[in-house]
């Protein structure tokens, strides 16, 4: 679905990814982990062109990035920001730019783009802040706004970047559930998340990042059992099996080993 090759990017004259070589197949979800600072969001940024790219090519379904065009590509993917700028615009209209790649210009916005747009209000649950001026809303509900103009666009590929920032739990929750939703319908998700626990839950592959490069990619499984995220992240992850079969996930902080936080993985024991 999309390949990443030899990608070096970066910012100024800064290389802050170096060499990247991944490929995302259709229908996955892949989560980037890894520490801040490591390069997870300029990978993100790379793969739309907001930060500087030296090196490389990416291709969609087999083409390249160039050749698709910027707005053909953006039919394809969209992208969730970690930053969420506010503004006098309302809730409406901003969702409507999630419609952009689909007009022309001048534009006049169809029947389906506000359909689209409702729909993708109505699965955040920002219906009823249609109306609202985004600078009003509080930061998880612009989370929701942004969510929403990437769903408007219905793009067959989504990028996002620590989505559940500002969320409560529960919205976390059903965020986790849109993402999976996402999945059935045959859609492919990359996303940064800083909660291993999700990542663990959601994955289907998990790519770690360490200093701008990928130090492990493969299977929540696979990631676990080589260490890779105790080294990264100074903990250890320990597992335990529940009555009904269920792995868990618990870690400790090292050297502090009373300090236990809990993950609640769900991934099978085979
Ligand atoms: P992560 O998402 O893993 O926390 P980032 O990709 O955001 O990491 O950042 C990686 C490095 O790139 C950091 O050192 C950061 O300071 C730098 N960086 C990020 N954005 C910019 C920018 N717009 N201009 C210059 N440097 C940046």
């Given amino acids: 679905m999309l390949k990443l090759e030899n ?6 004259k800064i290389p802050v990814i170096k060499d990247i070589n991944l490929e995302f197949e259709k229908g996955r979800i892949t989560t980037i982990i890894g ?5 997870k969001s300029t990978l993100l940024k790379a793969i739309v062109d907001l930060c500087e790219v030296w090196q490389g090519a990416i291709y969609l379904k087999g083409k390249s990035r160039e050749l698709i065009g910027q707005k053909e590509f953006a039919k394809q993917v969209s992208y969730l920001p970690q930053i969420h700028t506010g503004g006098a615009i ?3 209209r901003m969702v409507l730019h999630g419609r952009f790649p689909y007009l022309s210009y001048p534009r006049h916005y169809r029947r389906e783009d506000y359909e689209c747009c409702t729909r993708a209000m109505e699965r955040t649950g920002i219906l009823s802040l249609r109306d609202k001026k985004v600078e009003e809303l509080s930061g998880g509900q612009r989370q929701k706004v942004y969510l929403a103009m ?13 989505p559940t920032t500002y969320l409560d739990i529960n919205y976390q929750l059903e965020l986790l559930q849109i993402i999976e939703q ?3 319908q045959g859609k492919t998700i990359i996303t940064v998340l800083h909660d291993l626990d999700f990542a663990l839950r959601i994955s289907d592959t998990i790519i770690v990042m360490k200093q701008g490069l990928i130090a492990k990619a493969g299977t929540p499984e696979e990631v676990l059992k080589s260490g890779i995220i105790d080294e ?4 250890k992850v320990k597992s335990f099996l529940d009555n009904e079969g269920m792995k868990h996930f ?5 050297d502090q ?6 993950l609640t993985g769900n991934l099978k024991s085979t």
């Fill in 150 to 162: 990437a769903l408007a666009g219905e793009t067959e590929l989504f990028l996002f970047d620590e």
């Fill in 257 to 262: 080993v009373e300090n236990t936080s809990f």
């Fill in 250 to 254: 618990y870690y400790e902080q090292k």
């Fill in 7 to 12: 990608i070096t990017a970066g910012y100024g």
């Fill in 35 to 39: 520490p801040n600072g490591s390069g």
């Fill in 232 to 235: 990264i992240f100074k903990i």
């Fill in 182 to 184: 996402l999945k059935g």
């Fill in 90 to 92: 309302t809730v409406g």
